[in-house]
């Protein structure tokens, strides 16, 4: 998990998507997994343009009327707009 006292809503958000529904198989478990290790490496970076994309996806994660299905979705985009990718 994300050690960073900023972070900590990360924490949580990443414990719902451990549990919600639609990510329980084996393969979208381990985009989970991987997800966490891309979030881990930019809220601890000190890089100057990782900061600003931890800014933009802790903003995401924090909209409570939001589906997780839509906020995942708003992750993946700003992940890919800062040329992140996912395996």
């Not at 958000?13 to 198989?25: I, N, Q």
């Not at 000190?46 to 802790?58: G, H, L």
């Amino acid at each position: 998990m994300i050690r960073n006292k900023k972070a900590d809503i990360v924490d949580d958000f990443l414990l719902k998507l451990r549990s919600y529904p639609a990510l329980r198989t084996p393969w979208r478990k381990r985009i989970v997994d991987d997800l966490e290790a891309v979030l881990e490496a930019l809220f601890l970076s000190d890089n100057e343009r990782a900061i600003e994309i931890s800014d933009e996806i802790r903003g995401v994660i924090e909209r409570k009327h939001v589906s997780m299905q839509r906020r995942i979705t708003m992750i993946e985009q700003i992940l890919q707009a800062g040329s992140i990718h996912l395996p």
